[in-house]
């Protein structure tokens, strides 16, 4: 019994289908539309060669101009940083990667 104790480790309670795509390409695919507004989503495709279709290249970046793809806390997470997720937050609004709100 403690043995199995000392193996448990707490996980992120995550709902749905794995992503396909990783925080890298998902900022990548946010750049690329800040650089080029006019881009059709059959050339995002090309151009970053994404594991994903068309149409979820659209319905990612609607769901962009709602709310943050991902937390500075999944980002601390999958990146393993070992800085706070404030300082993570301001290092983004520095770069202008994201809004600050």
């Excluded at 992120?12 to 800040?34: A, C, H, N, Y």
């Excluded at 080029?36 to 979820?56: A, C, D, R, V």
């Excluded at 709602?66 to 990146?79: A, D, G, N, V």
Aim: hydrophobic fraction near 40%; charged fraction near 30%.
């Amino acid at each position: 019994m403690i043995a199995n104790a000392k193996k448990w480790k707490k996980t992120i309670e995550r709902r749905g289908p794995k992503r396909k795509t990783s925080v890298l390409q998902d900022r990548d695919l946010m750049i690329l539309i800040k650089r080029k507004p006019f881009i059709t989503s059959t050339q995002i495709k090309q151009e970053l060669n994404l594991p994903i279709g068309t149409s979820m290249i659209r319905k990612r970046l609607i769901a962009a101009n709602r709310k943050p793809f991902i937390t500075s806390t999944q980002i601390k997470q999958e990146l393993n940083l070992p800085i706070g997720t404030s300082m993570i937050r301001k290092r983004l609004i520095a770069a202008n990667l994201v809004v600050e709100s």
